[in-house]
């Protein structure tokens, strides 16, 4: 019987090898990134993505912990604290205190946003072992960031969002 259960056991692990193999890489799609902009600097984040079905299996055996990795990439990049809110197999939501930086110019205030730059992403990736198998698609589909008046900036399939200034009106 224990030679049956070992059979069994190496057969089903051979088969997902030969599945890894035999389907076409992976692929992570970053779908949307929604920034609302507090008019104190704070930013509330929601970060849509698409997982391939091998990228699902490594999240869910915890081999990557997206939330974690999007928290650590993010403070380096803007040197603060992230608080990661939410997060479940498609979506981030984040906050960043003093995400923009207020100024007051000419009695009036005006909010200024960060470079925004998805291609550290990317060398994150190269660090897991899985990296050649998934091909990732860092910039998302739509970013758009939302002013505390309402108004906003969009832009699409960048890699790089420029910094932005927004009047906000009498400081």
């Known amino acids: 019987m ?3 259960n070992s059979a069994y056991i190496t057969g089903v692990a051979a088969l997902l090898v030969i599945l890894t193999l035999s389907v076409p890489a992976g692929a992570m799609t970053a ?7 507090a008019d104190d600097g ?5 970060f849509t993505y698409s ?9 869910y055996l915890r081999m990557v912990n997206p939330a974690k990795e999007l928290k650590s990439a993010l403070e380096r990049n803007f040197r603060k604290p992230v608080d990661v809110t939410s997060i479940d197999s498609g979506r981030v939501d984040l906050s960043i205190e003093e995400f923009a930086t207020i100024k007051t110019l000419q009695g009036q205030r ?14 994150i990736l190269e660090n897991y ?11 998302p589909s739509v970013t758009t960031l ?26």
């Not at 704070?42 to 929601?46: G, L, P, S």
């Open 146 to 171: 939302r002013f505390p008046d309402g108004q906003a900036a969009t832009f699409h399939d960048a890699l790089i969002i420029p910094p932005q200034s927004h009047l906000l009106g009498p400081g």
């Open 129 to 139: 072992w899985f990296a050649p198998l998934v091909s990732a698609d860092f910039s």
């Open 42 to 46: 704070r930013a509330d984040i929601t």
């Open 2 to 4: 224990p030679m049956r």
């Open 110 to 123: 005006v909010l200024y946003t960060p470079e925004i730059s998805f291609l550290e992403a990317k060398k």
């Open 31 to 37: 779908d949307t990134l929604i920034i609302r902009l």
């Open 51 to 59: 997982l391939s079905w091998y990228e699902h299996f490594a999240v």
